[in-house]
């Protein structure tokens, strides 16, 4: 009898990119407690990166080694990509869009001050 045991495993894919986030502060007309530097989120990652679990981390270049340190010689590929570059033919489409009347006016002004709005705009605007 030849008794066959399968392996179940989960890959992670997740994403680490420097928005600006940190510079979103209430003196700069962002509401209070949405300004997070780049070091608030690696030690969120610092937790899912202790999982033994294969990743696949996407990146910039300039955050690819505390990635890999962070993960220290756990199972991961690190994609490195440079934003600015991947996007540059469509960021003026983009922005032109996100600054067209049909779209701000089907928005309620909060929305416009959210970070899930404001992430398109400021990786369009880099």
């Known amino acids: 009898m030849v008794l066959l045991v399968m392996k179940s495993s989960t890959t992670i894919i997740t994403a680490y ?3 600006g986030r940190g510079d979103w502060t209430a ?3 962002f509401r209070e407690k949405l300004a997070r530097s780049v070091d608030v989120y690696f030690s969120y990652f610092e937790r899912l990166a202790a999982l033994e679990n294969e990743m ?13 340190a962070i993960r220290n010689g756990k199972p991961t590929t690190v994609i490195v990509i440079d934003i600015k570059k991947k996007f540059r033919y469509i960021r003026s489409r983009i922005e032109k869009i996100q600054k067209d009347e049909s779209f701000t006016n089907r928005l309620e002004p909060r929305q416009l001050k959210k970070p899930r709005v404001l992430v398109t705009r400021v990786c369009i605007g880099m």
Do not use: C, M, Q, Y
């Not at 696949?56 to 890999?68: A, G, H």
């Open 17 to 19: 990119f420097d928005i």
């Open 27 to 29: 003196n700069k007309g």
């Open 56 to 68: 696949i981390i996407f990146t910039s270049p300039d955050l690819k080694s505390r990635v890999e």
